[in-house]
C-alpha cells in the first residue's frame, strides 16, 4: 500500500482528547516491547512515524494516526511490563473500556503477539473485549525473523490453537525486520476498515 499521507493526529490521555473524526478505526495492542510501533512504521512505510525504543511501556497513550484521510490506527499502550503500578494498570483498563464501550467507529483489533512465546493473560483479556464488543479480530505474530524455519509452523499452529481461533480468524506471521507480512496485514486490514 501506497500511502501519501501518515500522520499522528493526537495523543489522547483520555476520551475528551480523542479526535473528532469519523473515519474508521483499527486498534492495535499486545503486550508492551511486543513491536506495536515498529509494526505502525512498517506497514505504512515510515520510518519514525511512531516511537520504537528499547524503553518497554513507553507508548502510554492512545495514538491516533490518519491514514490518507480514509483510515484510523490507534496503537494502544503496551500492556504487561515488569514495573507498572496499580494506579497505571487501572487507568489502563478504565482507558479501553471506554474505548471499546463507547467508540462508534471501531471496526477491528489487532492484537500483536510474539511469534516465540504463548500468548498472555492480558492478551486473552483484550481477545475476550473484542469477542465481546463483537469487533473483528486479527492477529499478528511479530519478530517473526527470531523464529528458526523449521519451528515456524509448529508456533504458528500452537498460538492459533491456544487462542482458539476461528478459521476465518487470521494469524499473520511478521516481521518489521525483514518485511514480512506486510502485504498480508493490508489485505486483512482493508477490508475491516470498510466493512
Ligand atoms: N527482530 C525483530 N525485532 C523487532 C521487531 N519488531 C520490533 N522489534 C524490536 O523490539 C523492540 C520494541 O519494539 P517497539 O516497536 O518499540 O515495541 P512496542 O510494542 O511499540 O513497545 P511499547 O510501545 O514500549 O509498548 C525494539 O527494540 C524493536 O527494534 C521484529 O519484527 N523483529
Ligand atoms: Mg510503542
Known sequence: MNLQKAELIVSAPDRASWPDSELPEVVLAGRSNVGKSS??????????????GNTPGKTRLLNFFNLDDRYMLVD????????????????FGAMMEDY??????KKGLVILLDARHLPSEDDFAMLEYARYYQIAICIVATKMDKVKPSRRM???????ASLALAKEEPLIPFSALNKEGVEEVWKVLIPMWES
Open 100 to 105: 471499546f464501550a463507547l467508540r462508534k467507529q
Open 39 to 52: 509494526f505502525i512504521n512498517a506497514i505504512t512505510g515510515r520510518k519514525k512515524l511512531a516511537y520504537v
Open 76 to 91: 494502544v499502550p503496551g500492556y504487561g511490563y515488569a514495573n507498572a503500578s496499580k494506579a497505571q494498570l487501572m487507568k
Open 154 to 160: 509448529h508456533q504458528i499452529k500452537q498460538l492459533r
